[in-house]
Every structure is written in structure tokens, then in C-alpha cells.
């Protein structure tokens, strides 16, 4: 990796799911001057080695204040809060911020797929203020989170009940990123010195642990677990029949079924879900290596053991 460049960033949800990793990758760094912004009634704490601000999102005067004297600026929203972006993204141009990192830390809006779901064509908004406002952004592209997905049984395999359903045609391979390697791509982004963070200016960063299978995780699972295959519960369905299914769950209101599919999605040849070629450019830059699947599925199953 190039030496580290020390800069004065702001990071929004610092307290959150991806926010506690990112913040603890930047702190390790030691050269960073991090300071932490959240809401005036949040319960969130913050390591010592951070300045922590709390104040109102409507409050531009508070936000202005926080942000002055930041170069970036990293938002971590959690899902449903995802349009308090615009009064942060107002407030870091007028404190003279450089670089906005956007609530994404999904997927790749520019898959082909990305038509398809609501929550990823939605990101761009704030892309497009963030340059109307004479910034830069820079996205970051996780595809969803390995061990995240793996505890909330989202990859189709469930480790607790020992049931699988591999999908029939969506064999393809996918790349997917730990939270801790998020965490750590983003220190080593903004660790670049300035001529190669430039690069990224108004461009998507690609992270992924590992480019697998759904057949692969299952694999690991059942090594990490100490079963064999026959222990197991698997089924396997076709793609399009649980698609067609989800869909008429979201028909039906159930707004959240539309996950089955968006994950699915990431496992069928040619819809975006493997960016490899892209992860693997990111990664010679930012000095990050592809961790052992093994051992993520290996801390997961003893989490979820530790929570029986
Ligand atoms: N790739 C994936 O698998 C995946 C999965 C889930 C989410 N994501 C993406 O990652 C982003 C961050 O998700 P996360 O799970 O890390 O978020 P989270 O933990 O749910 O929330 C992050 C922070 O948002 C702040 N927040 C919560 N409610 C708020 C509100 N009403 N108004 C303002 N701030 C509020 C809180 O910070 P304070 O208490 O400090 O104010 C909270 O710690 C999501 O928006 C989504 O784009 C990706």
C-alpha cells in the first residue's frame, strides 16, 4: 500500500453495522483526525480517539459547524434513514468538505440488475448533488456483506437449522465483503495519497473478500459446522419458481420478500454480481487481500452458537 495520507474526516452513523467497522479501520490507521456526527437524541458512544458532535440534521448552522475543516465526509445511514443525506451533503458544501462517501456500501448501481430494485436505483440521487454542489463522491461497492448475510440465513443456507435451498440457475460466482474488509477498504482508500484518491473522484471503489459460489458457502458450512452433507436439509429449487414466489409476496405487501430475489439476483451469470476483474484492480491499490472463507464461516457459526 502508498503511505498513509492523514486527513480531518467526518463520518455520519459511525455508531452503526458498517459504521463501527469503518470507524475502527480509520482510528487504526492513527494518522487520520476523525470526528464522529450523530443525532442530538442518539444513545450511540464513540472511542475516546474520536471528537464526537451531536446536534439536529435540520439544524444547517450545527452541521456546517460540525463539518468545517473536514476534507470527507462518510455517511452510514441506516436504511430507512437514508434521505437525511441531503442536509449532511448541503451542509459538507458549504464547510468547504472535498469528498462525500454516500450511503451505499451495496451494490453496484451500475449493474444491470440495478433497474430492477428501487433501493439501488435511489442511490443516485445523491451522487448527482453531491457534483451539483461542486464535490466529488465516492461510492463504495461491497455487494452484500458476507458474514452479515451468512448469520441472517440470506445466502439460502441456514446454519442454525442446518437447511439449504441451492438455487437451480444461479450457479454463478459472486463477489461479497466482509464488514471488517469494508471497514478496512475505506481506511485504505482515504489513506491514498491525494494524486491517487483523485482517481476516484466521481467513481465507484469495488471491495470483496471473496468471489464464490452459493454451493461454495454451503460447503464451508458444513466443514466449519463438523457435519456431513447428509446432516443437512437441502433443497433445490428453481430460480425462477422462488423469484415468481417472492414476487407475489411483495404483491401481497410484504415489501421485504423482494431480499429473496435481490440476493438470487447476485448469483445468476451475467447480471453484475461478479465484478472480480474491478475488485481485483481496487485491491492491488488499496493493498487488501481476499481473506479465508473458512474462517469468516468458522467465527459466524460460532456466533450464532454463542446466541443459542
Ligand atoms: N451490503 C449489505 O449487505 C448491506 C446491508 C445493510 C445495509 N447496507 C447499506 O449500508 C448502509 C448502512 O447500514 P447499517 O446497517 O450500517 O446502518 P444502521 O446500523 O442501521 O444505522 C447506522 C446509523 O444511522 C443512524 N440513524 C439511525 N436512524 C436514524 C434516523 N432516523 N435519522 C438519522 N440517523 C439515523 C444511527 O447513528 P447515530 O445513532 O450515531 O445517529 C445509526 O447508528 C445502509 O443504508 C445501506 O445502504 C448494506
Excluded at 473536514?70 to 472535498?98: E, M, N, Y
Excluded at 461510492?139 to 439449504?164: H, R
Excluded at 485504505?188 to 470483496?208: C, I, Q
Amino acid at each position: 500500500m502508498s503511505t498513509i495520507q492523514g486527513r480531518r474526516i467526518a463520518i455520519v452513523g459511525g455508531s452503526g453495522t458498517i459504521g463501527t467497522h469503518t470507524l475502527t479501520a480509520l482510528l487504526e490507521d492513527k494518522s487520520h483526525t476523525i470526528t464522529t456526527i450523530s443525532r442530538a437524541d442518539s444513545n450511540a458512544t464513540f472511542p475516546l480517539q474520536s471528537r464526537g458532535k451531536k446536534g439536529d440534521y435540520t439544524d444547517e448552522s450545527f452541521l456546517v459547524s460540525a463539518l468545517t475543516g473536514h476534507d470527507i465526509l462518510i455517511i452510514q445511514l441506516g436504511i430507512s434513514s437514508t434521505d437525511q443525506q441531503t442536509p449532511l451533503i448541503k451542509a459538507a458544501a458549504k464547510a468547504g468538505v472535498r469528498y462525500i462517501l454516500p450511503t451505499e456500501f451495496g451494490s453496484d448501481i451500475y449493474a444491470p440488475f440495478a433497474k430492477v430494485f428501487p433501493i439501488m436505483s435511489s442511490k443516485k440521487q445523491y451522487r448527482d448533488l453531491t457534483e451539483e454542489l461542486g464535490m466529488s463522491w465516492i461510492a463504495v461497492v461491497n455487494n452484500p456483506w458476507f458474514d452479515w448475510s451468512l448469520k441472517g440465513g440470506l445466502w439460502g443456507i441456514d446454519i442454525a437449522n442446518q437447511k439449504a435451498s441451492l438455487y437451480v440457475g444461479a450457479e454463478g460466482r459472486f463477489n461479497t465483503t466482509t464488514l471488517k474488509q469494508v471497514g478496512e477498504g475505506v481506511a485504505a482508500l482515504l489513506s491514498l495519497p491525494d494524486g491517487e484518491l483523485e482517481k476516484y473522484k466521481n467513481s465507484p471503489v469495488y471491495l470483496s473478500s471473496f468471489c464464490i459460489t452459493q454451493r461454495e458457502i454451503l460447503d464451508s458450512a458444513i466443514r466449519a459446522t463438523g457435519t456431513k452433507e447428509s446432516d443437512w436439509d437441502i433443497t433445490t429449487p428453481a430460480v425462477d419458481e422462488v423469484i415468481a414466489e417472492a414476487r407475489a409476496e411483495v404483491a401481497k405487501g410484504n415489501h421485504m420478500a423482494f431480499i429473496k430475489e435481490f440476493y438470487i439476483t447476485h448469483m445468476r451469470e451475467g447480471t453484475g454480481g461478479n465484478y472480480q476483474e474491478k475488485a481485483a484492480k481496487d485491491a492491488e491499490v488499496l493493498g487488501l487481500k481476499e481473506g479465508s472463507l473458512d474462517e469468516v464461516v468458522k467465527a459466524v457459526v460460532q456466533e450464532l452458537a454463542d446466541v443459542k
